[in-house]
Every structure is written in structure tokens, then in C-alpha cells.
DNA sequence: CGACTCTCCTGGGTGC
DNA sequence: TGCACCCAGGAGAGTC
């Protein structure tokens, strides 16, 4: 389930194999891969045969790839996609293959997807640098351009819950369910807490704690890599080691001891300390 | 426009 | 063992 530190390894760990090359095959495997590219397939390849990928880039869990077409290239791993380069450890599962690359160096791009949330799609780029479709998308904890004040004014806008504000990509981005509950947890926040009633001291807090895990994760993340077999999966590591309150469920809370609780949240699920983090 | 719900998808897990 | 479910989640469309 990829947010924003593993949309980031991905990046770093194609940065080497794809910044400067020369796409000559393209294959679409799955029409629902490349759904947000309306003109289809055959268009889909034609926009990027000929072109060299010229930088990778990342805002929130989109990933992007300026062309020298001047168009870029698009894709959002969704929660189960994942790129691999060669596959020369033979582990990729050929039915969740969903487009192939092909470099001028012979060098295979493959982006799977098993539930196919993701994909992938081109479009002009912008003078500002960022792709018209996602110029809704707000900056992410790790983008210079994110500040606090603006984010601070935008959440007290708002009339929700700390953690609807926390998931919507328009206030801050990167932010998924699991970070949310990790990063509520670490500042001691109930996920329910109205946006209006959060503290400077509060939100300062909290950001801070968004920035620890991510930190850590990235950390996690970047340990994972193979110079020969690049598998940008999305799988940072961290889920198994370190999260203290997404998917405990009954798990004593590691600062309190007071069991984990799980709640229904907008179909999905909240993890929280009831102890640590009162309403 | 803001707040919120619904929908898309697949395979691992669970209960009978 | 087999089968019918349930669940996980991001983001955008749709509703009010």
C-alpha cells in the first residue's frame, strides 16, 4: 500500500535506470492500466516511442516523467502497483503485467498491477512543471514548497475530522490511512478531532510526527534495494517492524499499554490508543 | 464550493 | 476440502 515514502523509493530507484533513456516499445498488457489516457493504447504508445524520459519526478503518491516531447508521462501506484526493471531475478507475476517499456539500451520497464488502482497515461506538460491533472494536488512534507502557514490556514477552513483532513490530497499530500493513524498516534490526536479545535502546538505536533514517519520509512525503504535487481515494489519494510498503532487491534499501546482499538472509518479502518488519544 | 459517500479491483483470509 | 463471503485501499465521480 504505497504512500508517500514508497512512492519515493520507487522514484529514486528508477531514476538511474530511466532519467536519459530513450523509450522504442511500448505494450499495453490491460486497457484499465492506462484508463486515464482517454485516446487509448495505440495513442498511448505513439505519444511515448521516440521520446527519452528526461527527469523523474514526485508530488504526494503521483510519480511523473518529463518527456523531450515536452509531454510527461504519468502514473499512481494505486495500492498495488509496482515497476520492475529487467526482472532479472525471474519473480515477476506475468498475470499482473499490465505495460511494457522497451529502452533504446534494451533495458525492460514493467509496470504491474494486481487490483489495477493504478496506471499510467501522458499528457502536455506545463510551463510550471506540473502536469495539469494533478495541479490539484497539494505539496507533500518533503517538497520545499510545502509551508506551514498555508496548510495551517487551509485546515482551519475546513469543518471535518483531523484525519479526513489529513487523507484529502488537496490540503497535504502523501498521506494515506496507515500514516495517518501512525503519525495521530505519535502526536497523541483522536483521529475524530474537529479540524477548528486543533492547536498551533497541536498541529505543529502533528506535522512533526508525519515527518518522523516518513523519515523512517524512506529509511526503511531505501535499505531495500539490489543494485542488480531493481524491484520498486512499494514495500518499504516498515509495515512489519515498526508501525505502533495501524492494524494492532489489540495490541497493547507501546507508551501506555492500553490495548489498540480498531473503528470503522469511511469503510476503511481507524487504529488508535484509547488511552493516549482522547477525544 | 465543501462535506461526504460510492465505486473501481483482486486475492488472501475466514467461517461454515 | 470447498465455497461464499469479507476486507484492504486512493482518488475521482457523484450527491446534497
Not at 49 to 69: A, E
Not at 141 to 146: E, G, M, R, V
Not at 201 to 212: I, K, P, Q, T
Request: charged share 20%.
Amino acid at each position: 500500500m504505497p504512500e508517500l515514502p514508497e512512492v519515493e523509493v520507487v522514484r529514486r530507484g528508477l531514476d538511474p535506470w530511466v532519467r536519459g533513456a530513450r523509450i522504442v516499445g511500448v505494450t499495453v498488457h490491460h486497457p484499465r492500466a492506462i484508463r486515464r489516457h482517454l485516446a487509448g493504447a495505440n495513442d498511448f504508445a505513439a505519444a511515448l516511442v521516440g521520446t527519452k524520459i528526461t527527469d523523474t519526478r514526485r508530488r504526494g503518491k503521483f510519480l511523473w516523467f518529463p518527456l523531450d516531447s515536452g509531454d510527461v508521462l504519468l502514473g499512481h501506484l494505486g495500492m498495488s502497483g509496482q515497476f520492475i526493471v529487467n526482472d532479472s531475478a525471474h519473480t515477476m507475476n506475468r498475470a499482473h503485467l499490465r505495460v511494457s517499456f522497451t529502452f533504446e539500451d534494451d533495458t525492460q520497464l514493467y509496470f504491474l498491477d494486481q487490483r489495477t488502482f493504478g496506471g499510467l497515461w501522458v499528457e502536455p506538460g506545463a510551463a510550471d512543471g506540473t502536469p495539469p491533472s494533478i495541479a490539484h494536488i497539494a505539496p507533500d512534507l518533503l517538497d520545499p514548497a510545502f509551508a506551514m502557514a498555508p496548510f495551517a490556514a487551509a485546515l482551519k477552513g475546513r469543518r471535518t475530522e483531523i484525519k479526513r483532513a489529513l487523507l484529502d490530497q488537496t490540503l497535504i499530500s502523501g498521506v494515506g490511512n496507515i500514516y495517518a493513524d501512525e503519525a495521530l498516534w505519535r502526536a497523541q490526536l483522536h483521529y475524530r478531532r474537529p479540524t477548528a479545535s486543533i492547536q498551533s502546538s497541536e498541529l505543529d505536533a502533528l506535522v512533526a510526527a508525519m515527518r518522523e514517519v516518513f523519515a523512517e520509512a524512506l529509511t526503511a525503504g531505501g535499505t531495500s534495494f539490489d543494485a542488480l535487481y531493481v524491484n520498486v515494489n512499494g514495500n518499504s519494510g516498515y509495515f512489519d517492524r515498526s508501525l505502533k498503532a495501524y492494524g494492532q487491534k489489540d495490541r497493547p499501546c507501546p507508551r501506555c499499554g492500553t490495548p489498540i482499538v480498531r473503528e470503522a472509518f469511511t469503510n476503511r479502518s481507524s487504529f488508535y490508543c484509547p488511552r493516549c488519544q482522547v477525544l
